[in-house]
């Protein structure tokens, strides 16, 4: 975690960002129009980005599930809607030819699907885990292993969409936690062997921001044997399910988009962006990430002063300003 809590120097907060100040902000590349596909496009972020692309003049390939989705994308201009389950083997492989046929190769892809399913980790039923890591993490191990050679060829880029859940980690949300963290080390391993190649890759990591998942996965829970009277952890689940059921509070994810943007197409991405609404979910982030360090550090043959920390800190900064 130590190597974590350096890599944690190049997040950079959205609010240093917008629309305006990205570097290679145009659509075309060598006179063609750049293509990214865009997983779980269907609501929420991954609407957000595949509309903002589309109206910065990307052509965007928007996965979707559902009929109505894939309808509902395809009236958007700059949008060709591709049916993609990303636990379905099939439908990747007729995505690979939608795309090549298409005639644009791949420039960017973006890692978006995901699903949220809480609960305490010694009574949540295994098949409920298994899903979410079908979906989370094999999903985008599916994704890009089928899409890497259209991206390296492109010397393209590559944002998965994690979470502030792939550093922190709290009672009920382990299945989600899991994936995310595992999310995390995939992203880090697949950036390091993309340079290989001249593709970039990156994590972005939001926050709390406006959506239904929250709202649908409390409903669910609520209706979990651990949530009934009488189970040990009921009277918390309650407390967790009541914080979950509104998220009207929150802003739309337009500030995970600009981060998006800024990982596919600025001169000098970063290989991680933290994306938060407010100073308090940035400071859980940050706080944990040094947590961590601390613990790890103290009490060893090999333990850092705290001067010796401060000057690593100092040149992790300092080298990620060059």
């Given at each position: 975690?130590?190597?974590?809590?350096f890599?944690?120097?190049?997040?950079?907060?959205?609010t240093?960002?917008s629309?305006?100040?990205?570097?290679?902000?145009?659509a075309?590349h060598?006179?063609?129009?750049?293509?990214?596909l865009?997983?779980?496009?269907?609501?929420?972020i991954g609407?957000?980005?595949?509309e903002?692309?589309?109206a910065?003049g990307?052509?965007?390939?928007?996965?979707a599930?559902?009929q109505?989705?894939l309808?509902?994308?395809?009236?958007?201009?700059?949008?060709?809607?591709v049916?993609?389950?990303?636990?379905?083997?099939?439908e990747i492989?007729?995505?690979?030819?939608?795309?090549?046929?298409g005639?644009?190769?791949?420039?960017?892809?973006?890692?978006?699907?995901?699903?949220l399913t809480?609960?305490?980790?010694?009574?949540?039923?295994?098949?409920?885990?298994?899903?979410?890591?079908?979906?989370?993490?094999?999903?985008v191990?599916?994704?890009?292993?089928?899409?890497?050679?259209?991206?390296?060829?492109?010397k393209?880029?590559?944002?998965?969409?994690?979470?502030i859940?792939?550093i922190?980690?709290?009672r009920f949300?382990?299945p989600?936690?899991?994936?995310?963290?595992a999310?995390?080390?995939?992203?880090?391993?697949?950036?390091?062997?993309?340079?290989?190649?001249?593709?970039h890759?990156?994590?972005?990591?939001p926050?709390?921001?406006?959506?239904?998942i929250?709202?649908?996965?409390?409903?669910?829970?609520a209706?979990k044997?651990?949530?009934?009277?009488?189970?040990?952890?009921a009277?918390?689940i309650?407390?967790?399910?009541e914080?979950?059921?509104?998220r009207?509070m929150?802003k739309?994810p337009?500030?995970?988009?600009?981060a998006?943007?800024?990982?596919?197409?600025?001169?000098?991405?970063?290989?991680?962006?933290?994306?938060?609404?407010?100073?308090?979910?940035?400071?859980?982030?940050?706080?944990?990430?040094?947590?961590e360090?601390a613990?790890?550090?103290?009490?060893?043959?090999?333990s850092?002063?705290d001067?010796?920390?401060?000057?690593m800190?100092?040149?992790?900064?300092?080298?990620?300003r060059?």
């Amino acid at each position: 975690m130590l190597g974590r809590f350096f890599l944690s120097i190049a997040f950079i907060t959205i609010t240093t960002l917008s629309p305006f100040n990205l570097a290679l902000a145009e659509a075309d590349h060598g006179g063609a129009q750049k293509a990214i596909l865009v997983t779980g496009a269907s609501s929420g972020i991954g609407r957000n980005i595949a509309e903002k692309l589309a109206a910065s003049g990307y052509f965007v390939y928007a996965g979707a599930r559902k009929q109505a989705d894939l309808d509902e994308l395809n009236a958007i201009e700059n949008i060709q809607s591709v049916r993609l389950d990303v636990t379905r083997q099939d439908e990747i492989d007729a995505a690979v030819q939608t795309v090549r046929a298409g005639g644009k190769g791949l420039y960017g892809l973006v890692n978006n699907a995901g699903i949220l399913t809480l609960g305490p980790i010694t009574e949540i039923e295994e098949d409920e885990l298994a899903w979410i890591i079908d979906v989370n993490l094999m999903g985008v191990y599916r994704i890009t292993k089928a899409f890497a050679p259209l991206i390296i060829e492109s010397k393209g880029r590559i944002s998965n969409i994690s979470s502030i859940a792939g550093i922190l980690s709290g009672r009920f949300w382990a299945p989600y936690n899991i994936t995310k963290h595992a999310l995390e080390a995939y992203t880090d391993d697949l950036a390091a062997e993309m340079t290989l190649f001249d593709v970039h890759v990156s994590a972005i990591n939001p926050g709390n921001y406006k959506s239904e998942i929250g709202t649908k996965e409390a409903a669910i829970l609520a209706k979990k044997p651990y949530a009934q009277p009488g189970s040990t952890y009921a009277k918390y689940i309650a407390e967790d399910i009541e914080y979950m059921s509104d998220r009207s509070m929150y802003k739309d994810p337009d500030d995970v988009t600009v981060a998006v943007m800024h990982a596919l197409f600025d001169d000098t991405p970063k290989p991680n962006y933290l994306v938060v609404p407010n100073e308090k979910e940035a400071r859980w982030t940050i706080s944990k990430l040094i947590e961590e360090m601390a613990e790890l550090n103290a009490d060893h043959e090999y333990s850092y002063s705290d001067e010796e920390l401060i000057q690593m800190l100092k040149e992790a900064t300092a080298a990620r300003r060059k």
